[in-house]
């Protein structure tokens, strides 16, 4: 009888240490799920990351782990460009770019196009063609081709990207050129034919620049009065820890919110280094190669030192107590990258610098930034 009874208590004892250990793992996944970035802030906006040909080919399964762990959207940094997808005229590559958006549908992932028609990284024999005609035929065999191939797969599109200088004028690249002034509205207006389920954008950098601003507030009240499809504005936030302002930040979605789009923060990452331009004046367009190996331009080579590192983390929260504080007009915001090793800023303005512009270290570890963000009150806590 005791044996019996013995084998009973044990049998209960080895239940019960199994159901603990499982309900230990659900708690800890679901914790880990509840620790995610875009739970925390999913009933406010879509957070996502852009990714690099490494992550989309599974070279970087690190980098996937965090994107789809944290995040729900993706934008590719560069496997949906020209140059990449079309080299030459009717040749398509979409074998990166297809493997793009599995990730995107396999994860149920807000995915976006980026971008259909930009003056960089621009095909070769788009550069070179000077008249209108055979611009015309390109552009639109060029959006007929990816938006159809990738309806229902795509969710936005980054339709044009930088059409306008600074000071609010054309951007006089070969689109303008050629296909003249309407060419913004011509390109919205195939999109919008093509896929009207797509969300529509138009994407740009230093939208905190009045002039700059202005330029793309009047283009899209001349859409909205002329009926044309267009959904969202996307301002890019290549920003530094001091520019621009939280007033010059709000001010962006203030004005674009009272023309009734959204606003999407579509390349976000806060640089930490010093700004060559600061240097040598505003023009930004110059090479810089004179301060590559200058140890006052690269001042943190091998780590941030701790107060920098609290400094971004402060200049990620107070950003994002803005976007909460507007979030009824805030679509999206995405991060420009996933770890610090390959950000595109390591490079830019200066190659061969090493910067510390998101969220994860170079060793994919979350940082002090990171944690502020999850610390911020959200209606999910
Ligand atoms: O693909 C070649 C590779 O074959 C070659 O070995 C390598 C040698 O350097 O270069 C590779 O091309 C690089 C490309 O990224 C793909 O990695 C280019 O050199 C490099 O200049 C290019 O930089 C990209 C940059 O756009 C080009 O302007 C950055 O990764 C990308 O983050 C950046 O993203 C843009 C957005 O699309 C639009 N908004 C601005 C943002 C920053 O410029």
Redesign the pocket.
Known sequence: MNKKLNDVVFLFLFCGIVCLIGCNNILSEKSNKSRSLSNHFKNHFHLGA?I??NTILGNDNKSKEIVVSEFNSITP??SL?WMFIQPLPGKFDFKVSDKYVNIGSKNDMYTVG??LI?H??LAEFMQNIDNKEETLFHVKNHINTLMNRYKGKIDAWDVV??AFEEDGSFRESVFYKNLGQNYIEDVFVLAAKVDPEADLIY?D?NLYKREKRLAVINMVNKFKANGIKIDGVGV?A?WDLNTPSINEIENIILDFHETGILVSFT?LDISVLPNPWEMVGAEVNQNFSKFEGDPKMNPYPNELPNNIQDKLAKRYEDIFKLFLKHSDKIDRVTF??VIDKYS?LND?PIKGRTNYPLLFDKDYKSKKAYYKLLELKTNQN
Do not use: V
Request: glycine fraction near 4%; aromatic fraction near 22%; charged fraction near 25%.
């Open positions: 852009a690099n040909e940094e560069n460009k980026h971008a930009w960089a990284q990207n930088e994407n950098y890019q290549h390349e420009w990258g595109w830019w």
